[in-house]
């Protein structure tokens, strides 16, 4: 047996319990974003980032305040996502639905 083999187990363990440490840091931090009442996955449908893209291609901060959970309501989406909540709620079908979002300019 070579001498790379025992090193190579070795890096192979460090690197499974890095990937564990991580894992479990990214945990903690979408449990805490939870608790706090942010998003903890993409922007939902209907709103917006308060963050920018800089120049740099860093974030910069475009509202201020920033909103609860860093997102607002995008003007165009929000108003149509109103609208569906509205006929969904009366009982209008999917089809209805879709024919409204087209008759108000949406799709």
Request: glycine share 12%; charged share 25%.
């Amino acid at each position: 047996m070579s001498a790379a083999v025992p090193l190579r187990q070795d890096v192979s363990r460090r690197a499974e319990a890095a990937a564990t440490a991580l894992a479990t840091h990214v945990s903690k931090g979408l449990e805490q974003r939870a608790i706090e009442g942010k998003h903890t996955g993409g922007i939902p449908f209907g709103y917006q980032s308060c963050w920018a893209d800089g120049e740099k291609g860093d974030k910069r901060l475009a509202c201020d305040p920033e909103h609860p959970g860093g997102v607002h309501v995008d003007a165009k989406e929000g108003r149509m996502v109103t609208e569906m909540f509205h006929r969904y709620s009366s009982g209008m079908t999917t089809l209805l639905k879709s024919r409204g979002a087209l008759a108000v300019g949406f799709v």
